[in-house]
């Protein structure tokens, strides 16, 4: 089995930074992709940023040139950067791993951006 355990949200005011951080353990052979996703109350979850074991990176629009995605693969661990936060980033977000056709997923983090 594996787990997979989100930190570092928080409350952040428009324009600030938050880096968020995920770790994976348990039965893990090879993490193939690894992203965050969020969601708000009453909305679709939807792809933040991924990031595959050979370091091919993918941005949702929203956040291009915003957010940095990286991952430490001895670590297991997978990290989100996020700067010139906006209130429309208010959401859970959640961490993603992917084993060949299996996803596992975390509880989730949840960020608020306020002023």
């Known amino acids: 089995q594996v787990q997979v355990v989100e930190s570092g949200g928080g409350v952040v005011q428009p324009g600030g930074s938050l880096r968020l951080s995920c770790a994976a353990s348990g039965t893990i052979f090879s993490i193939n992709t690894m992203g965050w996703y969020r969601q708000a109350p009453g909305k679709q979850r939807d792809l933040v940023a991924s990031?595959?074991?050979?370091?091919?990176?993918n941005y949702a629009d929203s956040v291009k040139g915003r957010f940095t995605i990286s991952r430490d693969n001895a670590k297991n661990s997978v990290y989100l950067h996020m700067n010139s936060l906006k209130p429309e980033d208010t959401a859970v977000y959640h961490c993603s791993c992917r084993m060949g056709a299996a996803n596992f997923w975390g509880k989730g983090t949840l960020v608020t951006v306020s002023s």
């Open positions: 990031i595959t074991n050979d370091g091919i990176i």
